[in-house]
């Protein structure tokens, strides 16, 4: 019998590329925790777990109202009127922010950070009472407030101001996770900071990503959803794992610029889909803000895939837009 096709077999199997691995790493950031999946061919796990905690670090050192030393504080703490240099990331963030609030009717205002820490939420604990701040009509809104310069790398403030990126710089981050994987070559992975999520390409065979929607139950954790993600991002919002109580009534995080209150209204949470994490965060929250029916309403109007749980008796109704309707 001829040795020659085990011989040829032989060659081609040398040639043949690795087959794709899949890897898994998390660690701490932003008060949660980052998680990335991956498929990789010849990578070195620890060279990228130690890009993606440098990547989302540098988000938190950038965007962080709970270290004094980050550049949102720096900004924050400068006087009025004076221009502040940024970093190019928070200028981005900073930009889509505003552009957010303006869309939106201001129910997005970064604007928003006394009041995120009179009622309790911030790292400022002895904010006082919310209701001395002098209601929602004489606070400046950060879109006509802020005034930025990207392509000199600053910004300034024209009223008194305290910016919170809460809202949207977990989006940002996790958009970071997926330039820094893609950086090494990799294109199939889903990355993660607590309920923001983006998917790269499908898995190597062919599969979407599975993301689950949770039930906005604030004693247990359930399946309400399951997303079929082969790309982009998902981001949401809810009030039902970030809250306080306030006088015997529970209030949550998510701030109504509006009324500079916490949001009171049916929808427990809201899940945004786009092609990147910063502006869907953002439009979570701000279709959170806007309620059971402005909400709806704007995310349709601006064809967008957006998923409302909105309360109802003992349970939820699931209300939709886009491929959700």
């Not at 802020?146 to 710089?169: N, Q, Y």
């Not at 039902?240 to 610029?257: C, E, F, K, L």
Request: charged share 20%; proline share 5%.
């Amino acid at each position: 019998m001829s040795t020659e096709p085990a011989s040829v077999s032989a060659a081609v199997w040398a040639h043949a590329p690795a087959a794709l691995t899949r890897h898994a790493v998390s660690g701490a950031t932003m008060g949660t925790r980052y998680a990335a999946v991956f498929h990789a061919r010849s990578v070195s796990t620890e060279a990228v777990e130690t890009a993606l905690q440098t990547a989302v670090d540098a988000v938190d050192r950038q965007m962080s109202t709970w270290k004094p030393e980050s550049d949102l504080c720096r900004f924050n703490r400068a006087p009025t009127g004076e221009w502040v240099d940024l970093p190019p990331e928070l200028l981005s963030v900073m930009e889509a922010a505003l552009e957010v609030e303006r869309q939106s009717g201001g129910a997005f205002d970064a604007g928003v950070g006394a009041i995120v820490d009179a009622w309790g939420f911030g790292p400022n604990v002895d904010a006082g009472d919310p209701a001395a701040l002098g209601g929602a009509g004489k606070r400046a809104r950060a879109a006509a407030a802020v005034d930025l310069d990207v392509a000199a790398g600053r910004a300034r403030k024209r009223a008194p101001l305290a910016l919170d990126l809460c809202g949207i710089a977990k989006g940002f981050g996790v958009d970071q996770m997926a330039r820094c994987l893609e950086e090494f070559g990799i294109d199939s992975y889903l990355v993660s900071i607590d309920g923001e999520v983006r998917a790269g390409a499908p898995k190597p065979d062919g599969l979407p990503w599975s993301v689950a929607v949770e039930t906005p139950d604030r004693t247990a954790r359930d399946v309400a959803a399951v997303l079929e993600m082969s790309s982009g991002a998902a981001a949401t919002s809810g009030d039902y794992r970030h809250w306080r109580q306030v006088d015997g009534r529970i209030v949550s995080h998510t701030i109504d610029p509006r009324t500079d209150r916490p949001v009171a209204g049916r929808v427990a949470s809201v899940t945004v889909l786009g092609p990147d994490c910063m502006r869907a965060d953002a439009w979570a929250t701000a279709l959170m803000v806007l309620g059971e029916q402005d909400g709806p309403a704007l995310a349709a109007a601006r064809g967008m895939d957006a998923l409302f749980m909105v309360r109802a008796g003992a349970g939820h109704e699931q209300v939709g837009t886009g491929i959700f309707g």
